[in-house]
């Protein structure tokens, strides 16, 4: 186990760095920058912003200087607002963790039970309707789903505040970031669930007499979580950063709304700074999720 996690870590350590690496030089390889805004500035003036951020110096040394900051836990400021990146990250992460963990909760339970309920009522009614909503939210985007909850129950029943920073309403955001993880959840434990119970084991079990309840859940129901723990680490990864569309639906002022400015505006500096964020963020619950498999089930081997 100590092994393979040190394995895993190097890994991550060299992911990371060539996810920077990429960024970095792509960003920097399209035309523009983040001081040609519509009134346009005289050569002087723009000589001393681009010396005073280092961007008069060749790429590869922008690159260097940048990774020595990124070591010493500096991401810098930004180059449109002046603001510490570290800072902003932070403010900006909390809203979207909140509204993205509560979002995954809702997914992974949901999901998990309606899955079980479809596999034990398998061609039956409860089976139909749920397989119907489950490919019905499989086929919405999220900005359809997040516009028409926005439209009928705010707008026309009124039911719902518009979201609000000093009374926030994460109801109608939570629904529409959870409706498509949900069904996909859904459908990966039914499948995992039909196959764990024509299993020997299963058989065995209701042979000698296993309750029925001890045999879904103590049996069935915890092998075929394995493919959900699967999934369920890079989507909480998608998820906390919170989504574009939904955040620019409902006016959350998460990360993700920031990434999208700062894409806009060329903020070189902000860009680099969400990227890093996200990156270890999603290679960090891609190696939770390897250490869950060990913890479902004791048979699997982690080499």
Known sequence: MAKYIVKRVFLAVVTIFLVCMITFFAMNAVPGGPFNGEKAKSEAIMQVLNARFGLDQPVGIQFLNYMKGILHGDFGVSLTTGRDIAATIATRFAVSAKLGLIAVLVALIVGV?????????????????IIFFVTLFTAMPSFVSASFLLLIFCIQLGWVPVWSTSDPSYILPVIALSLSPMAHITRLTKTSMLDVLGQDYIRTAKAKGVSPVKTIF?????NALIP???????????????????????????????????????????????????????????????LLYKLVDPRIKLE
Do not use: C, Q
């Not at 039970?113 to 089976?127: C, M």
């Not at 860009?271 to 290679?283: P, R, S």
């Open 113 to 129: 039970v309606l899955g079980a309920v479809a596999a034990l009522n398998r061609n039956k009614w409860p089976d139909h309707v």
């Open 218 to 222: 103590i049996h069935a129901l915890r």
């Open 228 to 290: 959900v723990i699967t999934y369920v680490g890079p989507l909480t990864a998608s998820i906390l950063t919170g989504s574009l569309v939904v955040e620019n639906i409902f006016t959350i002022g998460g990360l993700g709304s920031a990434f999208v400015e700062s894409i806009t505006k060329r903020d070189y500096t902000m860009i680099m700074g969400v990227t890093i964020f996200l990156a270890v963020i999603m290679v960090f619950m891609n190696l939770v999720s390897d």
